[in-house]
């Protein structure tokens, strides 16, 4: 083997080991991440929140999967323990939702007003986070 060849494998293989674990840390970031283990049990009772309290008993079920359930005044919290389940409900709910991770938010219509929806969210996504999903700075 030539010197020229002889880097050519290595390169090679560091670029492929590289490419390998770059992949498994963001698989296991997207699963494992501190957002998986937001509890909902914050919201009952905040101020922020006017009516907040515990809906999981009659909110989740076969069709909506989710294991934490928060009803308030102008809105509701699903919390999934699978994120495309969150994907998937959140899509379900149209317009009126927003995905936050494992978390979905379903305004109730009318209830508040663009910029209040867009503030609840943009609260939702800081959560045990420094820059959120699209780079907000929390």
Known sequence: MTERTTWLVV???????AGVLGSEAWHWLDE???RR??????????????????A???LCDDEVPCFQAVRADDLTLYRFPDRDDALAVG?????D???SGWMVVRFEPGALTADERVAFAG????????????????
């Open 37 to 54: 283990n937001v509890d909902l049990a914050s919201f009952v009772g905040d101020p922020a929140l006017p009516g907040g309290r515990w």
């Open 11 to 17: 390169g090679l293989t560091l670029g492929l080991t």
């Open 97 to 99: 939702a927003y995905v």
């Open 56 to 58: 999981t008993d009659e």
């Open 32 to 34: 494992n991440g501190s």
């Open 91 to 95: 899509r379900s709910f149209a317009g």
């Open 123 to 138: 609260r939702l996504d800081c959560i045990d986070v420094g820059v959120a999903e699209g780079g907000l700075e929390c």
